[in-house]
């Protein structure tokens, strides 16, 4: 196989690219979130995932654009979490954050790279669908580039099926680590094409002295959490680790120089718990 680099990119169902690296940043502060992100980008990575729940859309805009890099060349993801009273309603609250993201060339606001429901549980079934309707109308017009979903279990993915216009979804974003490697919903994406995005890449650095992990990086001659990224680089998922802290933003994307071989795979896939293993939520399939 190919050597790994950080401008590595997967494919999406839309036939867009999307860097396999990506770059946290819930729980950035907008004081902190711009230069955070200058960092990241400084440093290499090409893709950044934030959300409206995260109050930080218009701070990640804003770095991108005093990047100096074409905004073609930045991957940006946000997510819409509660639904609104109508799909039209969604959609605008939409267009509001792909304006704050992207302001486009007459200010009318550019497009976003990837845009995802940000849970099942709000508003039941009909709140999902008024969702995805919303988000489809996005794609549509050219503002969402790719749609897809998070924390979605098998029954949330299906039951698009019913309506959906795009369908399946381009992404699921859902919690993955060793600890909780959700094999059901990982399985059913792999075989219906949906790319998978890693969130708590890093565990929240709970695990970083566990001992099985430390014996990894110790022989690789890297740190814990360095494993943990390249561990999801290894499973084919898209890791979002967050930092906002120049030694470690760039520290999680130093990941290149060293491979973890079947032995150390196997040994990490054994520290699997199960839907115990999760910090924020296992999908409800
Ligand atoms: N869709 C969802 O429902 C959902 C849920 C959770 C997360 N996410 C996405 O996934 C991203 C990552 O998840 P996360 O932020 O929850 O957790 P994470 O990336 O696993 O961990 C981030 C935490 O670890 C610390 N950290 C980062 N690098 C470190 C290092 N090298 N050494 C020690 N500590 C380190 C950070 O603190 P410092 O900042 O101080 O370095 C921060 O507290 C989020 O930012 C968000 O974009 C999505």
């Known amino acids: 196989m190919a050597k790994r680099t950080i401008t590595d990119t997967l494919r999406l169902a839309s036939a867009h690219p999307i860097p396999q690296l990506g770059f946290g940043v819930y729980k950035s502060p907008p004081d902190l979130c711009v230069q955070s992100c200058l960092t990241a980008l400084r440093a290499g990575y090409r893709h950044i995932d934030t959300a409206q729940y995260y109050a930080n859309e218009a701070e990640v805009g804003e770095a991108v654009r005093r990047?100096?890099?074409g905004r073609g060349d930045v991957f940006l993801t946000t997510k819409i979490l509660s639904p609104a009273a109508s799909v039209d309603q969604n959609y605008h609250k939409c267009v509001e954050?792909?304006?704050?993201?992207?302001?486009?060339?007459d200010g009318s606001g550019g497009y976003v790279d990837l845009f995802l429901i940000h849970s099942p549980n709000c508003g039941g079934a009909q709140g999902r669908k008024m969702l995805w309707q919303a988000l489809e109308r996005l794609h549509q017009e050219?503002?969402?580039k790719s749609i897809g979903v998070s924390?979605?279990?098998i029954q949330h993915i299906e039951e698009l099926k019913e309506f959906a216009k795009v369908w399946p979804p381009h992404v699921n974003q859902i919690e993955l680590h060793p600890w909780s490697q959700q094999?059901?919903?990982?399985?059913y994406c792999g075989?219906?094409?949906?790319?998978?995005?890693?969130y708590c890449?890093?565990?929240?650095?709970?695990?970083?002295?566990d001992p099985t992990l430390v014996k990894v990086a110790e022989k690789h001659g890297v740190t814990p959490n360095q494993v943990l990224v390249r561990y999801c680089l290894e499973r084919n998922w898209i890791p979002l680790p967050k930092s906002d802290n120049e030694g470690r933003i760039q520290k999680n994307a130093d990941v290149y120089g060293f491979a973890l071989d079947k032995e150390d795979m196997d040994v990490l896939n054994g520290l699997?718990?199960?839907?115990?293993?999760?910090?924020?939520?296992?999908?409800?399939n």
């Open 97 to 105: 954050s792909v304006r704050e993201l992207d302001a486009g060339k």
């Open 191 to 198: 075989k219906q094409g949906i790319a998978i995005e890693a």
């Open 151 to 153: 924390n979605f279990g």
């Open 201 to 209: 890449p890093l565990v929240r650095n709970t695990k970083a002295a």
């Open 272 to 284: 699997n718990q199960g839907a115990a293993g999760s910090i924020v939520q296992a999908v409800d």
């Open 142 to 144: 050219g503002k969402a």
């Open 183 to 187: 094999t059901e919903i990982v399985e």
């Open 67 to 69: 990047s100096g890099l």
